[in-house]
């Protein structure tokens, strides 16, 4: 419906209720600017009761505005398409509450279209418990080349018992499957060519939009991340070529996230929040608090970081009453270190890297790390930390080319130096 009321498109009927309240806040708007310090109180003595006398008159109004194209709102119904997968049932849209209680239900999510007509399948396990409670989300995936991510988030639902548990937690595992099946960090799509997305900047997506990716993203949040959600967290690793440490990103003003955070024995925080359209920016944004775990190399099981996880969701799990026990290690046990600032090291030069250092090491600022050299064995570069702090990420690749990160430091200072900002 055109709202742009003019001339020749005057409202009829019962839509003279949206005109008339629409000239009411325009009034009201133009009052409040006027005086400044009497905002708030104006806000609430005004606006709030006009906003309950719409809502209370919605149903009535014939104009009511209807949400954005490919949203869903709450109310989402759980859809079963009839396929049946390997013995799973496929659904296209999902309410947990509709799953019987006290046991675990392994589902396929029906995503967006090949090229070919058939669909992208993401495996999806609830574990919902004989009580209502609590509903905790875990994703992995969103990278096809973070296999720690997954294999976590699969450790963790095999340690559910729903018939103990009070709540639900929803594991979806393998979000960007185009993108898993052939291990490379980014969704391959046929717009144009060969395309490469970082689905991780596509969020909260578009089930419309222009790409593949945006619009598995948009189906994947819209019909099964957020009407089933309260508290989310979304595991990552390192990437092909630059390996990671056991470290959480997340934004630690927001108190379930910082609460979350510090239940995990894991040594390393980048207090940040990092881009808007991240996967656990697109929960926050929508009021549900989350956060990313990275879990130590990309590609491989990094079988000793992915215990420190496992046991801190268990802890999440713990303190927010869904499965019982006492809380384990956390983040005080590994001597955690908050750093609010990233730095990278890049490189100025092609050729082959000799460490000085390894990974999580603490360095101080003008600290040799590296050593840069040509296949002639010529020394080319040598590259020195700039700021004082530990080591998060480092290139796992013994060649590089000019301009690549060949590590980044989390600190809990900023640098004087002209330091790069590590960008993720």
């Known amino acids: 419906m055109d709202r742009r009321w003019g001339p020749t498109n005057r409202p009829m009927g019962n839509d003279w209720v949206s005109v008339d309240l629409g000239l009411i806040s325009i009034f009201f708007a133009t009052i409040l600017s006027q005086n400044r310090r009497r905002r708030h109180r104006l806000q609430s003595l005004l606006i709030a009761p006009w906003a309950l006398a719409v809502c209370a008159m919605a149903p009535a109004l014939v104009s009511a505005a209807a949400p954005p194209a490919g949203v869903k709102t709450v109310g989402v119904r759980t859809v079963f398409t009839g396929d049946v997968i390997n013995g799973k049932k496929v659904v296209s849209s999902l309410n947990i509450d509709d799953l019987e209680p006290g046991r675990k239900h392994l589902l396929y999510f029906q995503g967006v279209q090949m090229a070919t007509g058939q669909y992208w399948y993401v495996s999806v396990i609830v574990a919902k418990g004989i009580r209502p409670g609590k509903r905790l989300t875990l994703t992995s995936g969103v990278h096809g080349d973070e296999m720690s991510s997954v294999h976590t988030v699969r450790s963790i639902m095999g340690r559910l018992n729903p018939a103990e548990m009070t709540g639900t937690v929803m594991a979806v ?78 934004d630690m003003r927001i108190p379930e996230v910082k609460t979350m955070m510090m239940l995990y024995p894991v040594p390393l925080i980048w207090d940040n929040p990092l881009y808007p359209s991240v996967l656990h920016n697109a929960f926050i944004k929508a009021g549900i608090p989350c956060f990313t775990p990275e879990i130590g190399a990309a590609r491989r099981l990094d079988l000793e970081a992915i215990p420190l996880f496992v046991e801190g969701t268990l802890n999440v799990l713990k303190h927010y009453g869904v499965i019982p026990g006492v809380i384990g290690h956390t983040a005080i046990d590994a001597n955690v270190l908050i750093g609010q600032n990233a730095y990278s090291v890049v490189s100025t030069r092609g050729g082959f890297i000799e460490w000085l250092v390894k990974m999580s090491d603490n360095v101080t600022a003008g600290q040799k790390l590296a050593i840069q050299r040509n296949a002639f064995g010529e020394v080319l570069a040598e590259y020195r930390s700039p700021v004082q702090g530990r080591i998060a990420g480092m290139r796992s690749d013994a060649t590089t080319e000019p301009g690549n990160v060949l590590m980044f430091i989390l600190s809990t200072s900023g640098s004087d130096s002209g330091a790069v900002p590590y960008g993720e």
């Open 173 to 250: 595992l393998d979000i960007a499957r185009p993108a898993m099946e052939s291990m490379q960090r980014r969704w391959p799509s046929m717009g144009r060519g060969l395309e490469l997305t970082d689905m991780n900047r596509e969020w909260p997506g578009n089930e419309q939009g222009l790409g593949a990716a945006s619009r598995q993203a948009g189906l994947v949040f819209n019909r099964l991340l957020r009407p089933n959600t309260d508290l989310a967290i979304d595991f990552h690793t390192g990437t092909t070529g630059l390996d990671a440490a056991a470290f959480h990103i997340g």
